[in-house]
């Protein structure tokens, strides 16, 4: 997917002009943060579980190679085959190179975030094949030809009217409003699509190196419907989605509905190992992995390794003002929120993204109810850091910095324009107590009155007080 | 470990940058506040900005030397106290990571991180304060800021402390744990989401009911007063020092509502 | 392949700054490892049963196998459901009514009921577990609306590790699919609002063979 970060701006300032996105956006909050706070609340396991998720996961993050090999011997051994792709570009060519070898006309989809990040769909149809999309909110968004705003909740932009009105227009018919008869109306015509499928394409939450097991954690129960029907069954996956047994299945099932969903359970936990066994009735005749590094790799030994933890349950995004305000969309990539603006640099380059690591306020709800303890405000700091040191920050607040710490460094300097400033800014707005708009302020006063200042600074009125102060 | 100075501990007062251009008020609340409290104030004149600015602007290097700065400013005092939960945290919290590799300043920042405390729950924490003497008329509700919050764990000491003062009640507002959308310069660069995370928390504020908004950091306070100001909102602004001193009888932050 | 394979595999030695490991390390590396589980002390078939109708899954109790085709029916009149069924190979050999057409194959598309056994049933989370098998095709349990799962009170298991001690045990180990059921199929795509039945069963009936009740 093209990176359209630089837009943020612009992106955000439409978002945030948008009513129908503000009523969607108001519903993530109602739908995600209170069910999670009351489930973690009722857990007294939780933040122990959270713990050892982040220990279990910087184990493997420490021996992924190892786990990896494990998990492709346990895949061949099941009959399956695993694609290690370095890059997206790989990734998509081993895909075609499967769907052509099998002769596929038709492919359905299960939700995969990979996929949508290495491009997958556009590359499929422009080699002529029909890629349908089962998930609910993935399906609303291809109708709408959007990228998903929302890693879990890929439609959670839209309001049900803007579904029925697309609904309407590709399916025809009476159009439908309510949310029961519009999902209904998607169930009828996905229904067919998953038996007329060559290839089904889902995703792997998590990848079991015991096993050699995909499993992917669901509610609609399209991600097995788009596996079980199809003739091929291919997993686009992360390299870090690696976990070593079952065992440890269990340990992150139990944090991740809670974080994604604010549920004890997602209604489908599947594991998929190897194609249909001989004496099957059903089930794929061929299963592939296609394990994606694309850049991952280069995160293990770095400041950015903690990231790798990211089990994509959207709980970053759920919790964040600035996702809040602006929608998934304004980052301009495939993953949004906190996890997206850490993601996204690293991915597709700090200079076509300068905007993201910064679009934050620092205020650490992220990171208090990620489920994996991704210390998110940090790996961001981390990021303003590598700009600011690759000089990709604009130069006007290049200047600014450089002019505060001129005089920081410099207490009388620093005494001295603030009492400056103090006066000057206490005599533009009189007796008002604030001031409506200020020269060079209009970042300021565009949105909010300045409160005036009393007039004379903190320290010269102490040393008034105390003439010994020094 | 209580210094020498148990009785009487000698306190640094970190005159954060808004409050000394902003808002003196605040700081000698605060003095008054923690002279209440046993300890006695002094105001280094060689301080200035803790230098987060710096440090969350991805200027490390600036951050690190004014880190360095304000070590050797207040490495003398029993406790560094300021009234700020953001600028008493990166005391705490970032000092000693910006100076990890450097085995001269790491133990001083260290020191110093240690010692050093926002100041409403340094009141109840360090000096066992559970009431204070003031009057105020009004109902109030009580803005966390992220880094008092969660930075540091502030959340019941204002609480305590506001609960001792005769006249007033406390409203809670829904959403208390979400951002205001100061965040520093985060305000100036992304100017409208910051006003709709403003609006927000305003409209927060109107439900509660409360006819006075407090809070413990300055930013904050000063964004969300604006933002009062803009939409003729009749809520006064003060920080809560000024409310615990008895030091709230003149106009509020971006004067009267 | 290989090639990529090598160069992702050099790329992660690189980034941890050591060479491949040592296969002297992989015995305690591939342990299995004890991870916190979830305490309580409910009773499993009440736990099972809360959980699983907490999410919109529904359970009838009944006394032993034979009494299941006298349940699917009962259930089959109160959904007014024609008189067709996929019934899963394991319980065939049940007393089914004359008037009931049943097959053993996997569901096609207009499948509506389907009743099959399951592998046990999870009371931590109050789900069912599946798996594959010649003679439980998976598509029984997506495919139709309705979907009837039998199970027998000493296969509830109490959380997940016990249920991969079930799985481990199959005589192939791990089934080409297992999956874990917890109600009715559900989504929140459509204006963030909560709707059963999106692309699974819209159902799912439990027949509780056994057990206290």
């Given at each position: 997917m093209q990176v359209d970060s630089p837009n943020f701006k612009a992106k955000a300032d439409a978002a945030l002009a948008d009513p129908h996105l503000r009523e969607a956006l108001g519903k993530t909050r109602i739908m995600f943060v209170n069910k999670r706070a009351e489930l973690a609340a009722a857990l007294p396991e939780f933040e122990r579980l959270r713990d050892e998720a982040r220990d279990r996961k910087n184990h493997i993050l420490a021996h992924l190679d190892h786990y990896l090999e494990r998990f492709d011997e346990a895949v061949t051994r099941a009959g399956g085959q695993v694609h290690w792709c370095a890059d997206a570009a790989e990734a998509r060519q081993v895909i075609l190179d499967i769907c052509q070898r099998v002769g596929a006309k038709s492919i359905t989809k299960g939700k995969s975030m990979v996929s949508e990040e290495i491009g997958l769909?556009?590359?499929?149809?422009?080699?002529?094949?029909?890629?349908?999309?089962?998930?609910?909110?993935?399906?609303?968004?291809?109708?709408?030809?959007?990228?998903?705003?929302?890693?879990?909740?890929?439609?959670?932009?839209?309001?049900?009217?803007?579904?029925?009105?697309?609904?309407?227009?590709?399916?025809?018919?009476?159009?439908?409003?309510?949310?029961?008869?519009?999902?209904?109306?998607?169930?009828?015509?996905?229904?067919?699509?998953?038996?007329k499928a060559d290839v089904g394409i889902t995703g792997g939450n998590f990848l079991v190196a015991e096993t050699g097991s995909t499993v992917i954690v669901t509610n609609e129960g399209n991600g097995d419907l788009t596996q079980i029907l199809a003739r091929v069954h291919i997993v686009t996956s992360g390299i870090e989605r690696i976990v070593p047994t079952l065992e440890d299945v269990s340990l992150f099932l139990r944090i991740l509905a809670r974080s994604a969903t604010g549920q004890e359970t997602e209604t489908y936990t599947t594991f998929s190992t190897g194609p249909r066994r001989p004496g099957d009735p059903d089930g794929p005749e061929e299963f592939h992995v296609v394990l994606v590094d694309n850049g991952r790799s280069g995160m293990l030994g770095g400041p950015f390794q903690d990231m790798l933890r990211c089990i994509r349950c959207g709980a970053c995004m759920n919790h964040c003002p600035v996702y809040g305000a602006v929608?998934?969309?304004?980052?301009?990539?495939?993953?949004?929120?906190?996890?997206?603006?850490?993601?996204?640099?690293?991915?597709?380059?700090?200079?076509?993204?300068?905007d993201l690591p910064n679009a934050c306020t620092l205020n650490g709800r992220c990171q208090s109810v990620c489920p994996v303890r991704i210390p998110l405000p940090e790996l961001l700091r981390e990021l303003r850091h590598q700009q600011h040191q690759r000089n990709l920050r604009p130069p006007a607040e290049r200047r600014a910095l450089a002019a505060w710490r001129?005089?920081?460094?410099?207490?009388?300097?620093?005494?001295?324009?603030?009492?400056?400033?103090?006066?000057?800014?206490k005599g533009l707005a009189g007796d008002t107590g604030r001031l409506h708009s200020l020269p060079f302020a209009e970042g300021w006063t565009a949105f909010r009155d300045l409160p005036a200042p009393e007039g004379r600074t903190f320290l010269e009125l102490w040393q008034a007080r105390h003439p010994g102060a020094r | 470990m209580p210094p020498d100075h148990a009785t009487r501990p000698r306190v640094g007062l970190f005159a954060t940058c808004l409050m000394n251009l902003f808002r003196p008020n605040v700081g000698f609340a605060a003095a008054r506040l923690l002279e209440d409290a046993g300890c006695t104030v002094e105001v280094p004149m060689a301080q200035t900005c803790c230098g987060q600015p710096g440090y969350n602007s991805g200027d490390f290097e600036a951050a690190r030397?004014?880190?360095?700065?304000?070590?050797?400013?207040?490495?003398?005092?029993?406790?560094?106290?300021?009234?700020?939960?953001s600028c008493m945290a990166t005391l705490r919290h970032d000092y000693p990571k910006l100076l990890a590799d450097d085995p001269t300043w790491r133990p001083r920042a260290e020191a110093l991180a240690a010692r050093s405390h926002e100041l409403l729950s340094f009141l109840t924490d360090v000096r066992g304060v559970r009431d204070v003497a003031a009057h105020?008329?009004?109902?109030?509700?009580?803005?966390?800021?992220?880094?008092?919050?969660?930075?540091?764990?502030?959340?019941?000491?204002?609480?305590?402390?506001?609960?001792?003062?005769s006249g007033l009640s406390?409203?809670?507002?829904?959403?208390?744990?979400?951002?205001?959308?100061?965040?520093?310069?985060?305000c100036v660069k992304y100017p409208a989401i910051s006003g709709r995370l403003a609006g927000d928390k305003t409209t927060a504020v109107a439900a509660s009911g409360a006819d006075t908004l407090l809070g413990g950091d300055l930013g904050c306070l000063l964004h969300l007063a604006g933002k009062l100001r803009r939409d003729d909102q009749p809520v006064k602004v003060f920080h809560a020092a000024e409310v615990l001193a008895g030091m709230a009888d003149g106009p509020g932050i971006g004067g009267e509502a | 392949m290989a090639d990529s394979r090598d160069t992702i595999l050099a790329r992660i030695r690189s980034g941890l700054g050591r060479g491949p490991l040592p296969a002297s390390a992989s015995a305690a590396l591939d342990a299995r490892p004890t991870h916190t589980r979830i305490a309580f002390d409910d009773d499993l078939v009440e736990r099972f049963v809360a959980r699983f109708c907490s999410r919109a899954g529904t359970v009838g109790r009944i006394a032993s196998l034979s009494d299941v085709p006298a349940a699917v029916e009962a259930y089959r009149e109160a959904h007014a459901l024609p008189g067709r069924a996929a019934v899963a190979r394991p319980?065939?050999?049940?007393?089914?009514?004359?008037?009931?057409?049943?097959?053993?194959?996997?569901?096609?598309?207009?499948?509506?009921?389907?009743v099959t056994a399951c592998l046990a049933a999870i009371a931590e989370t109050g789900s069912i577990l599946l798996a594959s098998g010649p003679d439980s095709p998976t598509t029984l349990n997506f495919v139709p609306d309705h979907h009837v799962v039998v199970l027998q009170a000493n296969q509830l298991v109490p959380d997940f590790e016990a249920a991969w001690t079930r799985l481990r045990a199959l005589p192939g180990g791990m089934p080409r699919t297992a999956n874990i059921v917890s109600g009715p199929s559900r989504t929140g795509d459509v204006g963030l609002t909560l709707q059963l039945g999106a692309h699974g069963p819209r159902s799912v009936h439990v027949l509780l063979v056994g057990g206290d009740g």
């Amino acid at each position: 997917m093209q990176v359209d970060s630089p837009n943020f701006k612009a992106k955000a300032d439409a978002a945030l002009a948008d009513p129908h996105l503000r009523e969607a956006l108001g519903k993530t909050r109602i739908m995600f943060v209170n069910k999670r706070a009351e489930l973690a609340a009722a857990l007294p396991e939780f933040e122990r579980l959270r713990d050892e998720a982040r220990d279990r996961k910087n184990h493997i993050l420490a021996h992924l190679d190892h786990y990896l090999e494990r998990f492709d011997e346990a895949v061949t051994r099941a009959g399956g085959q695993v694609h290690w792709c370095a890059d997206a570009a790989e990734a998509r060519q081993v895909i075609l190179d499967i769907c052509q070898r099998v002769g596929a006309k038709s492919i359905t989809k299960g939700k995969s975030m990979v996929s949508e990040e290495i491009g997958l769909n556009d590359a499929l149809e422009a080699e002529g094949y029909r890629v349908l999309e089962t998930d609910l909110g993935e399906y609303i968004i291809q109708l709408a030809h959007e990228p998903p705003s929302h890693i879990i909740a890929p439609a959670a932009h839209k309001t049900r009217e803007q579904v029925a009105d697309l609904f309407h227009a590709a399916h025809g018919g009476e159009r439908k409003t309510s949310v029961a008869e519009l999902v209904t109306e998607a169930r009828l015509v996905l229904r067919d699509e998953y038996f007329k499928a060559d290839v089904g394409i889902t995703g792997g939450n998590f990848l079991v190196a015991e096993t050699g097991s995909t499993v992917i954690v669901t509610n609609e129960g399209n991600g097995d419907l788009t596996q079980i029907l199809a003739r091929v069954h291919i997993v686009t996956s992360g390299i870090e989605r690696i976990v070593p047994t079952l065992e440890d299945v269990s340990l992150f099932l139990r944090i991740l509905a809670r974080s994604a969903t604010g549920q004890e359970t997602e209604t489908y936990t599947t594991f998929s190992t190897g194609p249909r066994r001989p004496g099957d009735p059903d089930g794929p005749e061929e299963f592939h992995v296609v394990l994606v590094d694309n850049g991952r790799s280069g995160m293990l030994g770095g400041p950015f390794q903690d990231m790798l933890r990211c089990i994509r349950c959207g709980a970053c995004m759920n919790h964040c003002p600035v996702y809040g305000a602006v929608g998934g969309h304004a980052y301009g990539w495939v993953y949004p929120g906190p996890m997206g603006a850490v993601l996204t640099p690293l991915f597709a380059g700090l200079d076509v993204t300068t905007d993201l690591p910064n679009a934050c306020t620092l205020n650490g709800r992220c990171q208090s109810v990620c489920p994996v303890r991704i210390p998110l405000p940090e790996l961001l700091r981390e990021l303003r850091h590598q700009q600011h040191q690759r000089n990709l920050r604009p130069p006007a607040e290049r200047r600014a910095l450089a002019a505060w710490r001129f005089v920081a460094e410099r207490p009388r300097l620093y005494q001295f324009t603030n009492r400056l400033a103090a006066r000057a800014i206490k005599g533009l707005a009189g007796d008002t107590g604030r001031l409506h708009s200020l020269p060079f302020a209009e970042g300021w006063t565009a949105f909010r009155d300045l409160p005036a200042p009393e007039g004379r600074t903190f320290l010269e009125l102490w040393q008034a007080r105390h003439p010994g102060a020094r | 470990m209580p210094p020498d100075h148990a009785t009487r501990p000698r306190v640094g007062l970190f005159a954060t940058c808004l409050m000394n251009l902003f808002r003196p008020n605040v700081g000698f609340a605060a003095a008054r506040l923690l002279e209440d409290a046993g300890c006695t104030v002094e105001v280094p004149m060689a301080q200035t900005c803790c230098g987060q600015p710096g440090y969350n602007s991805g200027d490390f290097e600036a951050a690190r030397a004014l880190a360095r700065q304000v070590i050797e400013t207040f490495e003398g005092f029993d406790y560094v106290v300021g009234p700020s939960g953001s600028c008493m945290a990166t005391l705490r919290h970032d000092y000693p990571k910006l100076l990890a590799d450097d085995p001269t300043w790491r133990p001083r920042a260290e020191a110093l991180a240690a010692r050093s405390h926002e100041l409403l729950s340094f009141l109840t924490d360090v000096r066992g304060v559970r009431d204070v003497a003031a009057h105020y008329a009004g109902t109030v509700t009580y803005h966390d800021s992220c880094s008092s919050l969660r930075g540091l764990g502030v959340e019941a000491q204002p609480r305590l402390l506001l609960g001792t003062v005769s006249g007033l009640s406390l409203a809670e507002m829904d959403d208390r744990e979400v951002c205001c959308g100061f965040g520093g310069s985060f305000c100036v660069k992304y100017p409208a989401i910051s006003g709709r995370l403003a609006g927000d928390k305003t409209t927060a504020v109107a439900a509660s009911g409360a006819d006075t908004l407090l809070g413990g950091d300055l930013g904050c306070l000063l964004h969300l007063a604006g933002k009062l100001r803009r939409d003729d909102q009749p809520v006064k602004v003060f920080h809560a020092a000024e409310v615990l001193a008895g030091m709230a009888d003149g106009p509020g932050i971006g004067g009267e509502a | 392949m290989a090639d990529s394979r090598d160069t992702i595999l050099a790329r992660i030695r690189s980034g941890l700054g050591r060479g491949p490991l040592p296969a002297s390390a992989s015995a305690a590396l591939d342990a299995r490892p004890t991870h916190t589980r979830i305490a309580f002390d409910d009773d499993l078939v009440e736990r099972f049963v809360a959980r699983f109708c907490s999410r919109a899954g529904t359970v009838g109790r009944i006394a032993s196998l034979s009494d299941v085709p006298a349940a699917v029916e009962a259930y089959r009149e109160a959904h007014a459901l024609p008189g067709r069924a996929a019934v899963a190979r394991p319980l065939a050999d049940l007393p089914w009514p004359a008037g009931l057409v049943r097959h053993e194959g996997p569901a096609g598309k207009d499948e509506l009921l389907s009743v099959t056994a399951c592998l046990a049933a999870i009371a931590e989370t109050g789900s069912i577990l599946l798996a594959s098998g010649p003679d439980s095709p998976t598509t029984l349990n997506f495919v139709p609306d309705h979907h009837v799962v039998v199970l027998q009170a000493n296969q509830l298991v109490p959380d997940f590790e016990a249920a991969w001690t079930r799985l481990r045990a199959l005589p192939g180990g791990m089934p080409r699919t297992a999956n874990i059921v917890s109600g009715p199929s559900r989504t929140g795509d459509v204006g963030l609002t909560l709707q059963l039945g999106a692309h699974g069963p819209r159902s799912v009936h439990v027949l509780l063979v056994g057990g206290d009740g």
